[in-house]
């Protein structure tokens, strides 16, 4: 199934994604991963997003289209995807209609992950990543065995740059300006499904395989 995560930043689609990777095994599509990587290999792409998503703004679509039409048709994703981050913007949406309608295919569900922007403050700037394998952990929620490091591989944890408390207001007002408006069409076409996020992410997974179970009949 084509499915897409939706909801602010912060609001567990990057942990409910990878809980649905290990489940279904199709492949997570993290745009923000994407172009962190870009950034830390200093690519043409990475230069130019870095000061966007430091600022807390979003990429042009110009550049973020293109970047994920090439990913849908990589065969990793002829069984189905996860979009995870994507799409934020009412083109970016189209986009993905017109790169799946040419393969096809079209979105199965889209779900969306509701947090309180109260919650969201508190849960990004208390996120810490490792930047060696990915591990997620949070400060009070869900610490690390040893304050500062990786329970898997021990490298010492980092925030980013842009779960810095400043930077997630702006985030959020990109989500709310930009993003927010694609639930309403989603919610026409009937694809939409509204998950409480906040809660522990096994019980927000338990609903998450539910809808997915029911939208599959
Ligand atoms: P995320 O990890 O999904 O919160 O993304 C981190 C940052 O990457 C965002 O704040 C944006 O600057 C950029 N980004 C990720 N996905 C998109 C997208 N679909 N469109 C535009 N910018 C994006």
Known sequence: ???????PPGAGKGTQAKKLV?????????????????ARRGTELGQKAKPLMDAGKL?????????VDTRLR?????KGFILDGYPRTIPQGEAVDKSLQSMGRKIGLVISLEVPDQVIVERVSGRRSCPKDGSVYHVVSNPPKRPGFCDQCDTGLVQRDDDKAEKVTARLQAFH?????????????????RIDGVGSPDG????VR?????AGK
């Open 1 to 7: 199934m084509d499915l897409i995560l939706f909801g």
């Open 22 to 38: 290990a489940e279904l095994g199709i492949p997570q599509i993290s745009t923000g991963d994407i172009l962190r990587d870009h």
């Open 59 to 67: 990429v042009p679509d110009e550049i973020m289209i293109p970047l």
């Open 74 to 78: 990589e065969p990793d994703c002829a």
């Open 177 to 193: 300006q930009q993003t927010a408006p694609l639930k309403s069409l989603y919610q026409e076409r009937g694809l939409l499904r």
């Open 204 to 207: 927000i997974f338990a609903e």
């Open 210 to 214: 539910q809808a997915i179970a029911k």
